[in-house]
């Protein structure tokens, strides 16, 4: 099945439809969801997606589409950790012992606050 073409408004028209117990609505059911809110449809691409969906189960498609999306890599938040651990081994303990520096001094702008006599749920 090929949705490059297919836009994505024809397509959640199409499944606001089948959720509203539609189980194989028209391009004209497509078209009169589309047009409450006032878009146009695109007949070209609303009658792609109709062929492309007839006589399919949508249950069976999405969940062959979820199988697929498992297995595409998605990146995650792993990139930014080798960035941050190769900056000690190059700059040494001084690079470190530079960091360590400006915590000190949050804590003791917080000590601070604390000798004024009252705390925030005093």
Do not use: C, W
Not at 32 to 60: F, P, Q, T, Y
Not at 66 to 71: G, P, T, Y
């Amino acid at each position: 099945m090929e949705f490059q073409n297919i836009e994505m408004k024809h397509l959640a028209a199409y499944l606001l439809l089948t959720l509203g117990g539609n189980a194989s609505p028209s391009a004209a059911d497509v078209k009169d969801v589309l047009a409450s809110v006032g878009i146009d449809a695109d007949e070209e691409r609303l009658d792609k997606l109709i062929a492309e969906l007839k006589g399919k189960d949508l249950n069976d498609l999405i969940s062959q589409g979820s199988s697929k999306l498992a297995s595409v890599p998605s990146g995650g938040g792993g990139g930014g950790g080798g960035a941050a651990s190769s900056a000690p081994a190059a700059g040494g303990a001084a690079a470190a012992a530079e960091e360590e520096k400006p915590a000190e001094k949050e804590e003791e702008k917080e000590e601070s606050d604390e000798d004024m006599g009252f705390g925030l749920f005093d």
